[in-house]
């Protein structure tokens, strides 16, 4: 149980456009998701929580206005990656509440 | 503020032999969850094995055992009988406890790259 499906698994984009990433629980209804960065040969930090139905909220340093966290339905949690740059290629995650599953992660580059 | 400390950027083992991959961690929590993650090259964070701090006993899952020590705060993953598949990078991980949107948070140590020899 607990499936998180998460699309695309890796996206190249121009500077400047802006990316989506969804994760989808297959099995279960997620009213929280976690989402984390990880950029190359380093740790996985958390970005931002979604919550169902109410506002995400941001860690300190995370531009909210730049990673956009809709979370409209129990199934479905999305980060646009907007206006994005060269520094925003990194590795993005997702995970619902528990820490026992993932999904399978974004590898995004902007060139 | 929790703090999750892993202090081998790197490990090498034999296959078949056994190998610990340390953690330590800080909390002034009295609830909270010890994780182990396996990420290969593709990036996927596959979970190995689960402690909570209540537990009395460590927690085993086949070839994973966590010696977990409270009173030094530390959740050391054993791997036995290595396996060329176990060539990854290893990230131990503290969950926040219940209460509140942040329950399920994960704080991640630096991880520690795994390297098995034939």
């Known amino acids: 149980g607990a499936v998180v499906s998460q699309h695309p698994s890796w996206v190249i984009c121009k500077s400047g456009t802006s990316v989506k990433i969804e994760c989808r629980s297959l099995?279960?209804?997620?009213?929280?998701m976690f989402w984390y960065r990880q950029f190359p040969k380093q740790s996985l930090m958390l970005m931002a929580t979604?919550?169902?139905?109410?506002?995400?909220?941001?860690e300190q340093g995370v531009e909210k206005d730049k990673f956009l966290i809709n979370h409209a339905s129990l199934t479905l949690s999305t980060l646009t990656v907007t206006s994005a740059h060269p520094e925003d290629s990194s590795f993005y995650i997702c995970?619902?509440?528990?820490?026992?599953?993932f999904g399978s992660g974004t590898r995004l580059t902007v060139v | 503020a929790q703090k999750i400390t892993q202090t081998q950027p790197g490990m090498f083992v034999q296959e078949k032999e056994a190998v610990t991959l340390d953690c330590t961690y800080d909390?002034?929590?009295?609830?909270?969850?010890l994780f182990w993650y396996k990420q290969p090259s593709s990036g996927e964070m596959i979970f190995l094995i689960y402690?909570?701090?209540?537990?009395?006993q460590n927690a085993t899952e086949g070839r994973y055992s966590l010696n977990f020590q409270k009173a030094r705060k530390s959740a050391n993953l054993v791997i036995s009988a290595s396996q060329l598949g176990d060539s990854a990078m290893y990230f131990c991980?503290?969950?926040?406890?219940?209460?509140?949107?942040?329950?399920?948070?994960?704080?991640f140590g630096q991880g520690t790259i795994l390297t098995v020899h034939p």
């Open positions: 995970s619902p509440r528990g820490g026992y599953t």
């Open positions: 099995d279960f209804q997620a009213t929280t």
């Open positions: 979604s919550n169902e139905g109410s506002k995400a909220t941001y």
């Open positions: 909390t002034s929590d009295p609830s909270y969850g």
């Open positions: 402690q909570g701090s209540y537990d009395q």
């Open positions: 991980a503290m969950r926040s406890p219940g209460g509140g949107t942040s329950y399920g948070k994960l704080t």
